[in-house]
Structure formats: C-alpha cells, structure tokens
C-alpha cells in the first residue's frame, strides 16, 4: 500500500501514525531505537504490506502491469489503490480527505525529529503539494509516478500506467473494493485499531 491507504489504516494514535508513515524507511531490527508505539506502527505497516503481497485480488492487479513494469508492477497498483481510496473517500472516512490531511500533516510535523532523514527531506514537498489530497484525480497519481521514477528505479513509463488505469478502471474499483475491506478488517481485528468510517460501506460515488 501506499502512503495514503497506510496513513487511513493508522487509526488515531498519533505514534502509530508515525510509525506506519515512515515503515518503508526503517530496516531490521533499527525499529528497536524508536518509542514504543512508533514501533507498533512500523511492524503494522509491515505487516500490511505482507498482507497485501499475498493476497489474491493484489496478485490479480499486477498481473495487468506484468509485462510493463515487471517487478515493479506492485508498486503502481500501490499508487492506483491510493486513486481509489481518495477518489471514493466519504465510503471510508467520516472525515473529509482535506480535514484528515491537514490533521495528519499536523501529527507528521509534531514528530519530525523522530522521521528518518529522507522522510524529513520530502515531507515539506508532500504538504506544500497536497499530494495526499492529489490522488484523488489521475493526473495527481501520474505526477506522482513521474517524480518517483526521478528518484528511485522505477520504470519512467508513467504514461502506459495512467492508460492502463484507464483502460481497466471498473475491474480495478472493483477489484479495490474487495481488498481493502478485507484489509480493513484485518487491521481492526488484528492491531486493535479502530478507523473512523462510516457502519455500512457500499458501492461506489463518483
């Protein structure tokens, strides 16, 4: 998952909101040095993206990125999940997309001196650019790919992702749908983390 899914699974707790941020950042065992409950938020995000590689709806989204993206293909379909959560975000949160983004903005900040150094070097850009807000639209998750191909390995071929979204969006809603109610209930009931959604999730709003 991507920074937004994770961020929504984190609950209220501010550490484990920390802690599930900056997972991709802290390796082996270098948790151990963070406070507890950042710790916590570490191993869940480890945990989700365990979860999330394994299970067969994910699986059945890269297959459609294969011969694209090899194996990078799971990390698009991080990106398009994102898509889908925000673009269909009064299903999943009581709170609207800005409000939760400002407030996490906020948490982020309060902790900056616990974040790993490459995290503090791109936080102020995430915010100035809203880019939790961004994923919403097409045009957001694309600017996206295109400044993580910049900086890491990824494929620059962000443009056959956007159309491979395009072309496949109704399967990939739903197969979105599917799997994160089921990651839904598998953080709830496994990390004791409640998420402020509404009781009854159906369907879809455009």
């Known amino acids: 998952m991507n920074y937004l899914a994770h961020l929504y699974l984190s609950g209220n707790d501010k550490e484990t909101i920390v802690g599930n941020f900056i997972g991709d950042y802290v390796k082996g065992k270098s948790y151990t040095k963070y406070p507890l409950k950042i710790q916590k938020g570490i191993l869940m995000h480890r945990q989700i993206d365990s979860f999330t590689d394994n299970h067969p709806k994910f699986r059945e989204a890269k297959k459609l990125l294969n011969d ?11 990106f398009f999940y994102d898509h889908f959560l925000a673009r269909n ?3 999943y949160s009581k709170r609207t997309l800005r409000d939760f983004a400002k407030k996490t903005h906020a948490v982020l900040l309060s902790h900056f001196f616990h974040l790993p150094v490459k995290v503090q070097r791109f936080l102020p850009f995430l915010i100035q650019n809203r880019r939790l807000e961004s994923y919403a639209n097409i045009d957001g998750i694309q600017q996206s790919l295109e400044i993580m191909s910049r900086y890491t390995s990824l494929p620059e071929k962000s443009q056959i992702a956007i159309e491979i979204l395009k072309l496949n969006f ?29 009781n009854v999730i159906t369907g879809s709003q455009y």
């Open 68 to 78: 694209e993206y090899g194996l990078y293909s799971g990390i698009i379909i991080d």
């Open 170 to 198: 109704e399967f990939l809603h739903e197969n979105f749908s599917v799997f994160m109610l089921e990651l839904i209930e598998f953080v709830e009931g496994g990390f004791e983390i409640e998420i402020n959604r509404p």
């Open 89 to 91: 975000w009064d299903i």
